[in-house]
């Protein structure tokens, strides 16, 4: 995505890392939205480890990406994002879940 953007002409790009910064931490999400103050935002933030991961642990995938997600999601009300465009990963769902194409 973000290579994509670039390509694009696009090159006021704000990104963070999971180690730069903690969505999980709902003040450091709301300050850093403070600080950039971004007018769109891409979420594809996630923690992820695979179906064997996922199926192993589905409580804690679950948790700390309903936290991340509920954290930007606030921050961006807060702030007034104009535009959200949020990627979930298809791992979330079991294996033979019914898909809509």
Not at 66 to 89: E, K, M, T, Y
Request: hydrophobic share 40%; with cysteine; aromatic share 10%.
């Amino acid at each position: 995505m973000w290579r994509h953007l670039l390509e694009r002409g696009h090159n006021n790009l704000i990104g963070r890392s999971s180690t730069e910064l903690d969505l999980t931490d709902r003040t450091a999400t709301f300050d850093f939205y403070e600080q950039e103050r971004p007018e769109y935002v891409i979420l594809a933030a996630a923690k992820v480890g695979g179906i064997l991961a996922n199926s192993a642990q589905p409580a804690d995938f679950l948790s700390e990406n309903v936290r991340i997600q509920v954290n930007v999601l606030d921050a961006a009300h807060q702030f007034g994002i104009r535009r959200l465009l949020f990627l979930g990963s298809s791992c979330i769902y079991p294996k033979l879940a019914p898909s809509a194409y």
